[in-house]
């Protein structure tokens, strides 16, 4: 055995259970490397030879972002950050022809909003392994021809402007190009690009979470520190592992617990704004799309939801119930009804104590519910990100060819949503149509649940506002 270790300088040991060995160079004979030489030399001798017939520069430097990659080894089910789950394969290696399924749905206007300014005001873009998706903040450029732009890692732009267009609505996905670090579009080849944005990695082959939770955006007056608490120890406790946090405009107060959940790389906080005096709900669909991206091969499950609503399955965390009851593959969504609960005062506005801190838990002081909603009635969904071409509120607008979603009962579970009735006028638009689903009932959160909620949310508040003594 000793021969074959002369060429492993670089060489690492393996560890005590060999799951680190890393293969060293096996010592090849001289015959070998004359034919590994070889070797070489034909496969390049071949590639320049195709480049120079199919005078197709970008067979070297760009791949379409609809060509399918090579085979990769297919997901083993353990989630790195967060424990094990699911042995199911997570194979993202579709074959298909995404630019065909993609013009099929740009014909159906599938996503199309219509509305606000037509500037490529730019808000985040992903590195994929397929593809580069550069997302935008306007609502009203759908199937728009535009050129995507690339830079490398000193803002140089690197090679020609590459077509493509926007699909789903904010999004435009572009292609592969070595060396690109900044992305950022143009309406036209010639255009002055808007500043660039860096691509975010999305290269992972497993996914480093489970289950990750999109918060709709964040506005309006009201003080939220104890809504946030509550949202994100729920989920927590519910087996979410991160939260991707919207934020159009935040009281100061309220600000700090968010902050405080940043430092400790718990949520990750996305600001949203363009110069353009949108009303804010009208961000919430930049945000849908905005985040199916942003969880894309970062996470197995996605939920979207709003800072009011608390999803719950009876009898099981909603993590098992992904892991141990969806078991078939082909569930791209998972779709809980809705249940509102009547919340008919303000929050807290500042931390007193930890009994007045639990006294004022929304799902502690509030209990006045509707009946469940309809079907799919302003329904919410935990998604596989990849899995869905156009993601809307209540429902995906697309989901690729083979999969479907799980419309689950309401005895499985529902959104508790904890509705102001005050505001944006719920209780005089909406709480008409939500009284005639039948009568209004006092419903709980399980008991022992609860207890470990008030927990966690008095644990964490105290330590973000309690006086240090
Ligand atoms: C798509 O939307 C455009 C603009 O709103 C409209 O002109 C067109 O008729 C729509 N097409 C379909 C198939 O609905
Ligand atoms: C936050 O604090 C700053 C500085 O004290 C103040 O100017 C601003 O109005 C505050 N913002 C809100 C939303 O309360
Ligand atoms: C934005 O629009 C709202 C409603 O149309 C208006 O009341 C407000 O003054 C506008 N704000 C600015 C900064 O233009
Ligand atoms: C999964 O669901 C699909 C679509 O409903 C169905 O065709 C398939 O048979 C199911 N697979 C299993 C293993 O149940
Ligand atoms: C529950 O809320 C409904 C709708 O606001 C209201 O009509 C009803 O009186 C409330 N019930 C109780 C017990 O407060
Ligand atoms: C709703 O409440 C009314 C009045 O209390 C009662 O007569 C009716 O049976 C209830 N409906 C249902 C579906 O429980």
């Not at 970008?58 to 424990?83: I, M, N």
């Not at 975010?200 to 979470?209: A, F, N, V």
């Not at 849908?288 to 499950?301: A, E, F, T, V």
């Not at 469940?372 to 990100?385: E, F, L, M, N, S």
């Amino acid at each position: 055995m000793n021969d074959t270790t002369d060429y492993c300088d670089l060489r690492v040991e393996p560890s005590k259970n060999g799951s680190l060995a890393w293969p060293c160079m096996p010592k090849l004979k001289l015959r070998q490397v004359g034919i590994a030489q070889l070797a070489l030399v034909l496969s390049l001798f071949t590639l320049v030879v195709l480049i120079i017939v199919t005078n197709n520069r970008q067979l070297l430097f760009t791949v379409s972002p609809y060509s399918s990659f090579p085979a990769r080894s297919r997901f083993t089910g353990f989630d790195k950050a967060c424990g094990v789950f699911d042995e199911d394969a997570i194979n993202d290696d579709e074959e298909f022809n995404y630019e065909e399924i993609h013009a099929k749905w740009v014909a159906k206007n599938v996503s199309r909003e219509n509305k606000f300014h037509r500037r490529l005001r730019l808000h985040a873009a992903y590195r994929t392994r397929r593809h580069y998706a550069v997302q935008i903040t306007s609502l009203n450029l759908f199937g728009q021809q535009v050129y995507c732009r690339y830079y490398d890692c000193k803002r140089n732009e690197l090679g020609k402007p590459q077509k493509s267009l926007v699909f789903p609505e904010t999004t435009v996905y572009c292609p592969k190009r070595r060396g690109a670090v900044y992305m950022s579009l143009s309406k036209t080849e010639t255009d002055n690009p808007e500043n660039a944005v860096p691509l975010i990695d999305r290269t992972m082959i497993e996914p480093q979470h489970f289950l990750t939770v999109c918060m709709a955006p964040i506005y309006g007056d009201e003080i939220k520190w104890i809504q946030i608490a509550e949202f994100i120890e729920h989920y927590k406790l519910q087996g979410a592992t991160f939260f991707y946090v919207y934020l159009i405009e935040i009281d100061n107060y309220s600000r700090v617990i968010l902050e405080d959940y940043e430092r400790r790389g718990e949520i990750e906080i996305v600001n949203m704004y363009d110069g353009y005096n949108r009303t804010n709900r009208y961000w919430h669909m930049v945000q849908i799309h905005d985040c199916l991206q942003r969880n894309r091969h970062i996470s197995k499950w996605t939920a979207f939801v709003d800072l009011d609503e608390r999803l719950f399955n009876f009898g099981m965390t909603i993590h098992s119930f992904l892991n141990n009851e969806v078991k078939n593959n082909t569930i791209a969504s998972v779709q809980y009804r809705q249940r509102w609960i009547m919340k008919t005062e303000d929050s807290p506005a500042k931390f007193v104590d930890e009994a007045e801190t639990i006294r004022w838990m929304p799902t502690v002081r509030y209990t006045n519910t509707s009946a469940v909603g309809p079907k799919g009635h302003t329904a919410k969904c935990i998604v596989r990100p990849e899995k869905i071409g156009a993601m809307f509120i209540h429902w995906p607008f697309a989901m690729y060819p083979g999969y479907s979603q799980w419309q689950i009962k309401p005895e499985e579970g529902v959104v508790r949503h904890y509705r102001d009735i005050r505001s944006g006028d719920w209780g005089k638009k909406w709480l008409g149509g939500v009284a005639k689903f039948g009568n209004f009932s006092d419903t709980f959160v399980e008991e022992s649940y609860l207890r470990k909620l008030n927990r966690a949310v008095v644990d964490r508040v105290s330590e973000v506002y309690g006086k240090v003594e």
